[in-house]
């Protein structure tokens, strides 16, 4: 199975600055044949279902406001999130799907500083 | 717009069964896999596997193998994952997701979740 690990674990940030997440892969999650990482980032907000923001480790998904950027290849990814609004306080998550079963790193919280 | 709507919550015994059912609209339902995931109270994600509507081919994690089997009911829309030999562990908010697109692409969607709670 492929870990997927992420730091930190918990991240408070003030407003307006930026906001950095990790993850880490145990193999790599790049399909040779396509060069597409197959990493995708969730934002999860308490009582609700995670909410898709960037597939193929750097496509945003329609809808998601700019400020989130996804970066990374082979087996060391981030999400940035450049200006950090208020709304953006949620549990975050990697997840691989380039193999089965597909796994998700264990979650960041960020928080408001 | 697509749509996922998951049958409501559960209460079992250890050792029941529990069958969550996930009713798509918005798409046609035999073009995209669906995934189904959990999540423990206060915990991460984690995949228990998918099913291909349109051919009914199944792949599960080795984890959920013997216990876990996904259905569905095309004539309805309907995906269906049912846990049997429940424990106190399977306690979670169980989630059908589908992929985002007709290839795989990552899970683009998700329905409310339904909390199954285990408990003697």
């Known amino acids: 199975d492929i870990v997927m690990t992420q730091s930190p674990d918990s991240l408070a940030v003030s407003l307006g600055e930026r906001a950095t997440i990790n993850c880490k892969s145990s193999?790599?999650?790049?399909?040779?044949?396509?060069?597409?990482?197959?990493l995708a980032w969730y934002q999860q907000k308490p009582g609700q279902p995670p909410k898709l923001l960037i597939y193929?480790?750097?496509t945003r998904e329609s809808g998601v406001p700019d400020r989130f950027t996804g970066s990374g290849s082979g087996t060391d990814f981030t999400l940035t999130i450049s200006s950090l609004q208020a709304e953006d306080v949620s549990v975050y998550y990697c997840?691989?799907?380039?193999?089965?079963?597909?796994?998700f790193g264990q979650g960041t919280k960020l928080e408001i500083k | 717009q697509v749509q996922l709507v998951q049958s409501g919550a559960e209460v079992k015994k250890p050792g029941a069964s529990v069958k969550v059912s996930c009713k798509a609209s918005?798409?046609?339902?035999?073009?995209?896999?669906m995934h189904w995931v959990r999540q423990a109270p206060g915990q991460g994600l984690e995949w228990m596997g998918w099913?291909?509507?349109?051919?009914?081919?199944?792949n599960y994690a080795q984890k959920f193998q013997g216990r876990v089997t996904m259905t569905r009911d095309t004539s309805i829309s309907t995906a269906y994952m049912e846990l049997s030999r429940l424990r106190s562990d399977d306690t979670a908010v169980y989630y059908c997701?589908?992929?985002?697109?007709?290839?795989?692409?990552?899970?683009?969607?998700w329905g409310q979740g339904t909390l199954v709670t285990v408990s003697s």
């Open positions: 099913i291909n509507p349109n051919s009914g081919d199944t």
């Open positions: 193929w480790a750097s």
């Open positions: 918005g798409y046609t339902f035999t073009d995209y896999y």
């Open positions: 997701a589908r992929e985002r697109a007709t290839v795989t692409s990552g899970v683009g969607y």
């Open positions: 193999q790599s999650v790049l399909y040779s044949s396509n060069n597409k990482n197959y």
């Open positions: 997840h691989q799907y380039y193999s089965t079963p597909y796994t």
